[in-house]
């Protein structure tokens, strides 16, 4: 296997060690791969003053000055794809051919928001004769990023590219439980030749770097991929400070299967799916709204697919889940587990640990399950799916819209009314019809109700990182 990234801090164009230090853990094996160093308040003070003169030179540089440096950075990227996707594999667990292919994901985002630099357009509004009306966009400051643990790379990858594309620089906050990721990106744009103190890295205690950063007068934007929870708290602290806030929280995706659909094959595409990641993604197919004609057939395959996924270390050849990426997943996917069974839902497979050795857990189909189980409400962020029977589509949309998320929602028929009725009516900030894939670059990504707001990628993506000046220019003193 190739070699985990050495750890540590980077700030002002640097990398540096800190006092306090954490373990970071292969949960596959329970083995430490590194020390992992924390910031000071010193370290984050330093990150700060780095990231603002950082600013004063990057949001002065030309878009395809930019441009070119994000691409030299992805370039570089992709051509250390193997490296990057055996250290994401050995922190998370996540089987190596999911590992190589977030790398390129990560990669991606870089590469489109590289093009958007190039077209943050203004415009010229008609006026009369002796006045210009213009429009402006200026980067919005220095931005203060969070991301989570469950996407090493192509998380830390959206904040970072949206920033450095718009002319911002950032002081990021990566996940201290999958560190490699970030540490691989910043390596590729120190070698890119970013100027010092357009990126900064730091780990440590999340509540102290959030509650340090998000006061100060430079930080002009708060970008959070993370829970409702704290999304919540981040954003009540950024409007203290009235700091605009991205916030990209948490899911719990319906999936409408509809009588006329291809049974078989959007059973066994569900199964697969729900099962990526060990379910540790935002987007996860989890609740299965099945027509009643169906449902005997769809459970079935389902199931019979789920039962055989091939579960291990993510660095052997053929595993498709590793396992969940800490310990406390455990006892959390069991609780819900438990209760559902409790209210009367039927276990099909699954519902407990696997082995004794690495945070494996089984994967797991309940069916039938009440809307007063947990997990009905709560995203279990894990290997479980809900197959559950509904009359008609008005049922199962109602089913779909019962929780207080709306980040993805999934739909399978080939019927245009049926389409059109989940357009209007399914709420989600995104709708796939015959697939589960979620978001590509090139689209806005981005949640509604308690699954946040704002949007990354597509050509909406750079508009939080950007404010709007209008200049009104008169001939004449009036």
């Known amino acids: 296997?190739?070699?985990?990234?050495?750890?540590?801090?980077?700030?002002?164009?640097?990398?540096?060690?800190?006092?306090?230090?954490?373990?970071?853990?292969?949960?596959?094996?329970?083995?430490?791969?590194?020390?992992?160093?924390?910031?000071?308040?010193?370290?984050?003070?330093?990150?700060?003053?780095?990231?603002?003169?950082?600013?004063?030179?990057?949001?002065?540089?030309?878009?395809?000055?930019?441009?070119?440096?994000?691409?030299?950075?992805?370039?570089?990227?992709?051509?250390?794809?193997?490296?990057?996707?055996?250290?994401?594999?050995?922190?998370?667990?996540?089987?190596?051919?999911?590992?190589?292919?977030?790398?390129?994901?990560?990669?991606?985002?870089?590469?489109?928001?590289?093009?958007?630099?190039?077209?943050?357009?203004?415009?010229?509004?008609?006026?009369?004769?002796?006045?210009?009306?213009?429009?402006?966009?200026?980067?919005?400051?220095?931005?203060?990023?969070?991301?989570?643990?469950?996407?090493?790379?192509?998380?830390?990858?959206?904040?970072?590219?949206?920033?450095?594309?718009?002319?911002?620089?950032?002081?990021?906050?990566?996940?201290?439980?999958?560190?490699?990721?970030?540490?691989?990106?910043?390596?590729?744009?120190?070698?890119?030749?970013?100027?010092?103190?357009v990126l900064n890295l730091v780990f440590g205690v999340p509540s102290e770097i959030s509650e340090f950063m998000i006061p100060q007068p430079s930080v002009g934007l708060v970008a959070l991929t993370g829970s409702t929870v704290v999304g919540r708290h981040l954003t009540a602290l950024a409007a203290r400070h009235d700091t605009r806030a991205l916030m990209e929280l948490g899911g719990h995706a319906p999936v409408i299967v509809c009588e006329d659909t291809d049974v078989e094959k959007a059973a066994l595409s569900g199964a697969i799916r729900k099962m990526r990641n060990a379910g540790q993604v935002c987007t996860s197919p989890t609740r299965f709204f099945i027509h009643e004609r169906i449902f005997d057939r769809f459970v079935e395959t389902f199931v019979k697919r789920a039962s055989e996924t091939v579960v291990g270390n993510g660095i052997h050849e053929g595993v498709e889940m590793g396992p969940t990426a800490n310990e406390r997943r455990i006892p959390v996917l069991t609780a819900l587990v438990e209760d559902a069974v409790s209210k009367g839902a039927i276990l099909r497979i699954g519902g407990a640990r696997r082995g004794t050795v690495g945070y494996f857990f089984q994967p797991t189909v309940l069916t039938n399950v009440p809307p007063e189980a947990a997990i009905m409400q709560e995203e279990p962020f894990g290997p479980i799916a809900v197959l559950n029977p509904v009359a008609n589509l008005d049922d199962a949309i109602a089913a779909a819209n019962s929780v207080p998320y709306g980040l993805a929602g999934y739909g399978f028929t080939n019927r245009a009314d049926y389409i059109d009725r989940m357009i209007d009516d399914v709420q989600v900030g995104n709708l796939s019809i015959n697939t589960l894939e979620a978001s590509l670059p090139e689209t806005p990504f981005g949640g509604i109700k308690s699954s946040g707001y704002g949007r990354e990628g597509g050509a909406e993506g750079l508009d939080n990182y950007l404010t709007i000046k209008n200049v009104w220019h008169s001939a004449q003193i009036t």
Request: with cysteine; proline share 7%.
């Open 1 to 197: 296997m190739a070699t985990y990234p050495e750890l540590g801090l980077f700030i002002g164009g640097k990398w540096r060690k800190a006092k306090k230090e954490m373990p970071v853990i292969n949960p596959a094996t329970e083995e430490e791969l590194g020390r992992l160093p924390c910031a000071s308040q010193s370290d984050l003070q330093d990150a700060i003053d780095a990231a603002e003169a950082g600013m004063q030179t990057w949001s002065r540089t030309a878009p395809r000055e930019r441009a070119d440096t994000i691409l030299r950075a992805a370039g570089l990227m992709r051509d250390r794809q193997e490296e990057i996707a055996q250290a994401i594999t050995a922190e998370h667990g996540k089987p190596l051919a999911q590992a190589r292919l977030e790398v390129i994901r990560g990669v991606e985002f870089f590469e489109w928001d590289a093009g958007e630099a190039m077209r943050m357009y203004g415009r010229v509004i008609p006026a009369g004769r002796g006045s210009k009306l213009s429009v402006h966009h200026h980067p919005v400051g220095v931005v203060a990023a969070f991301s989570p643990w469950n996407f090493p790379m192509s998380q830390p990858a959206r904040k970072i590219a949206g920033a450095l594309a718009s002319g911002c620089s950032i002081v990021l906050k990566a996940a201290e439980e999958t560190p490699a990721g970030a540490i691989h990106i910043v390596r590729a744009f120190e070698d890119a030749g970013l100027p010092p103190g």
